[in-house]
């Protein structure tokens, strides 16, 4: 749900309210109680969630890579 921010025209006090975007703007303030809120223009919310994928759009393991160990990490005998 889209997050919105608001100013009041009355009280000059903002608050932000979660709604849908068919919902209709409130008009009236939570601080004050007048009917002189208005919507603002602002910025968008991106919120990156899973382990899917990184903020630089690159995937978290590249494709056609295998996870098979090749056994060179290990070293080798044992003494």
Same mark, same amino acid.
């Given at each position: 749900?889209?997050?919105?921010?608001?100013?009041?025209?009355?009280?000059?006090?903002?608050?932000?309210?979660?709604?849908?975007?068919?919902?209709?703007?409130?008009?009236?303030? #939570?601080?004050?109680?007048?009917? !002189?809120?208005?919507?603002?223009? /602002? @910025? $968008?919310?991106?919120?990156?969630?899973?382990?899917?994928?990184?903020?630089?759009?690159?995937?978290?393991? #590249?494709?056609?890579?295998?996870? !098979?160990d090749t056994g060179s990490? /290990? @070293? $080798?005998?044992?003494?």
């Amino acid at each position: 749900m889209p997050t919105y921010e608001y100013q009041c025209d009355a009280c000059n006090k903002g608050f932000i309210r979660e709604q849908r975007i068919t919902e209709k703007p409130v008009k009236k303030c #939570p601080h004050c109680g007048k009917m !002189k809120a208005r919507r603002m223009i /602002s @910025g $968008g919310d991106f919120i990156l969630k899973g382990g899917g994928w990184y903020s630089d759009l690159y995937s978290s393991t #590249p494709k056609g890579s295998s996870k !098979k160990d090749t056994g060179s990490s /290990s @070293g $080798g005998s044992d003494d």
